[in-house]
Structures are given as structure tokens and as C-alpha cells.
């Protein structure tokens, strides 16, 4: 296995993350001007559930998804999107590109970035869903905060414990793997 299929059996929980990452099935139709925002990470993805009602998502497959802004420089595009068949990302790259948003305009320094990581900090869309579950039991969050970008960290503690929870040799030669 090649450092890129460690990192995204790590990451994704699959042995098979490296050819569904790039799998048609696995993409988003966005016209060149929302492509340029997700690029950009002005908005994420998340799912249609309620965290605190939900307990499982039926057949752990998640059919409804909407877009949320995370930038005061766009007009409110909140909307829920429709998907015309069975093909759509894949929750777990969905959570990690939120992760990655939530990292990224931190780490620009983008104004409002205090309000949005606020706001996913009591809504937590990914958690009733098996992708959250697994980043959760995994310890893959504190992970994730620790490759964060310019020496943006998850809470001490929080790397600590995940530090504590995953001892093998694997973790600081992933973490180096993970820098951006």
C-alpha cells in the first residue's frame, strides 16, 4: 500500500477510498462560477438531517444534502440539493472537505470565520451519520486539527487523548503524510 491509500484508508475508513475518490460516481455537476466558491470554500456541504433527533440514518446512506454558506461575501444560496439518480459523493469525502472549509478559513483569517466555527460547534450536521460516527470512534477529528494548516491545532487535550487512544507507530508518519 503506497503512503496515498494509507492516508485515505486512514481517512476514510476504506481500502477502496483511493478508487472511489476519483470514481464518476463520486462527483458534483457545478457550474464554473459555484465550483470557483467551493473551491475557495465559501460554502460547504452537509446533510438534511437533524443531529439531535436522529440517532441512524436509514440503511446508513444519506439521500438528502443542502448547501450552507460559511462566507458573508456570497448571497444566501442555503438551499437543499436534488440529485436526479443514486450517483452522489460520498458522505465521508462530503465530511472531510467540511473539515478542510472549516480549517481553511480559519486559516485565511476570513472574516465571519469566528461565527461560522461557532455555529458548528453546537450544530453538528455530520453527527448522526455513520461518517461522523466513524470520525468520532476513530479519533480521525483531533487527526484532521493536527495536520490543520500553519500550526492551527485541535485543542490540547483533545490531541492528547487521541494521542492516547491510537498509539501505533503509523500516527506521526500519517500526520506528515497529512500536511498541506
Do not use: C
Amino acid at each position: 500500500m503506497d503512503d496515498d491509500e494509507l492516508v485515505l484508508k486512514h481517512l476514510f475508513g476504506k481500502e477502496r477510498g483511493a478508487s472511489e475518490i476519483g470514481s464518476p460516481t463520486n462527483s458534483l455537476m457545478l457550474s464554473k462560477q459555484v465550483k470557483s466558491w467551493f473551491d475557495k470554500y465559501l460554502f460547504v456541504i452537509v446533510p438534511v438531517i437533524d443531529p439531535l433527533e436522529v440517532t441512524q440514518v436509514p440503511n446508513n446512506i444519506i439521500t438528502r444534502w443542502k448547501v450552507e454558506l460559511i462566507s458573508p461575501d456570497v448571497e444566501n444560496m442555503t438551499r437543499e440539493l436534488v440529485f436526479l439518480n443514486q450517483n452522489r459523493p460520498a458522505s465521508r469525502f462530503l465530511f472531510f472537505r467540511f473539515m478542510l472549509a472549516l480549517i481553511r478559513i480559519r486559516q485565511l483569517d476570513r472574516r465571519g470565520w469566528e461565527d461560522v466555527w461557532a455555529k458548528y460547534h453546537t450544530y453538528k450536521p455530520f453527527a448522526a451519520t455513520p461518517t461522523g460516527r466513524y470520525y468520532a470512534r476513530t479519533g480521525m477529528l483531533p487527526l484532521l486539527a493536527m495536520a490543520g494548516h500553519n500550526g492551527i491545532t485541535a485543542p490540547e487535550e483533545e490531541i492528547e487523548e487521541f494521542l492516547r487512544l491510537n498509539e501505533a507507530e503509523e500516527v506521526p508518519r500519517i500526520i506528515s503524510l497529512l500536511r498541506f
